[in-house]
């Protein structure tokens, strides 16, 4: 009798541990979902004034993305992620369900970004199971150091790799920080991301900086100079504070220079009280969505005379980079959308880069800088080929572009 008892709650337990699953995997999803929900809601309600001539919003949402499945640490879930379209060519992409992100993360993705996290090579066992599950066995923390080593030597080579066939007409430049400190007092990382004739985004360069000077952004152009890159960018994106601008006219003369606008605005943003941000941003958003350099202008001229007098630091913030926040203007309007920002170098770390006070452990400079080349070439495999590629090469030829028209069509 008692032995019938236990098989009956043996049986029991194994019958209620798939519907536990599915509880627990049927919450995650619904989490997941309202919280993309929220940031549509917010991202709408951002560009609520954006509109046409006959008053209709330009960004709108336009049903659901086809529903795809994201592995949890409760098991793989369908998720069903709003989408949202920009009637003025422009695209949205989710921050919490990035489109890289499509299919599960791999090892080769998590390894790296758990590294820069701040994570041990031996605790990443524990980690690696309780994101992927069955899919970490094997993982120990020996195949671990296995799986770094082969990326180090990828790493080297690919450092050398010989650049002289290849012709990037536009760059996106920016300094990493993560938790795990590099040594020598070498800061952070300096990414640089290149885009080809043919439209499609590629890693560039990886190497370790002190503080994004312009010395260390010169060390890095020098290097790609060995490596046989010759050509200098039709148009380089950054931030207004890297010393890469210095070190770009240094070692390639003069480049047309489009500051970031993600940048911008934190930094300007970051200079007013919260009661205000709201419209400050709005304005901002004029600015750099404007349909025409004279509207966005306008704007311009109009968050100056509406916040200089109270709020003057915020101002100073955005004057200083007025002859370079406007310059995508002279570049074909299908590729405004990637010049603006330097979204291909914050999508690829956003989740890893340091938000918050640095971690005490401090990693070695070659494992950080492996770690980050081998998240950057994930991620590569997912980046957007440039909108409007087959106008890349009149860009390359010098035809000039007018608010985004080639100058002969609108002058006919």
Known sequence: MESKVISLG????????????????EGARKLLEAAIEN?????????????????????????????????????????????????????????????????????????????????????FTEALSAILGEQASGLSATNVVRL???WEADYKAWRQ?????KRYVYWWADGIYFNVRLEEERSCVLVLIGALEDGTKELLAVVDGYRESSQSWREL????????????????????????????????????????????????LDKMPKSVQGRAKQLIHEMYLSPTRKAALAAYDQFIASYQAKY??????????????????????????????????????????LRTQRTKGCGSRIATLTM?????????????????????????????????????????
């Open 10 to 25: 043996e049986r029991t337990q194994d019958e209620e541990k798939p519907f536990l699953e599915r509880l627990l995997q």
């Open 39 to 123: 940031e549509v809601i917010e991202y709408l309600q951002n560009h609520k004034s954006r509109q046409d001539e006959n008053g209709q919003r330009l960004v709108v949402r336009n049903g659901h993305l086809p529903e795809r499945e994201i592995v949890s640490g409760v098991g793989p879930i369908r998720v069903r992620q709003p989408r949202v379209r920009h009637r003025d060519g422009g695209s949205f992409s989710s921050q919490i369900l990035p489109k890289y992100m499509r299919r599960a993360p791999s090892v080769d993705a998590l390894i790296p970004a758990l590294y820069l996290k701040g994570i041990s090579t031996g605790d």
């Open 148 to 150: 770094k080593a082969g």
């Open 161 to 165: 790799r010989d650049l002289s066939t």
């Open 221 to 268: 152009l020098q290097q790609l100079k060995r490596q046989g890159l010759s050509s200098a960018p039709k148009l380089a994106v950054g931030d207004g504070s890297l010393g890469f601008w210095t070190a770009l006219e240094e070692e390639y003369g003069q480049v047309a220079q489009q500051r970031c606008w993600v940048h911008k605005t934190a930094n300007i």
């Open 312 to 353: 003057p630091k915020a101002t100073q913030c955005l004057e200083k980079d007025k002859d370079w926040l406007f310059s995508f203007y002279d570049f074909p309007a299908q590729h405004w959308s990637h010049l603006r920002t330097t979204n291909p170098i914050e999508s690829t770390f956003a989740t890893v880069r």
């Open 372 to 412: 980050v080349f081998k998240l950057g070439i994930e991620a590569q495999k997912h980046w957007r080929r440039l909108n409007g590629s087959e106008l890349i090469p009149k860009v390359v030829i010098g035809v000039q572009f007018i608010d985004g028209e080639e100058l002969h069509e609108q002058a006919a």
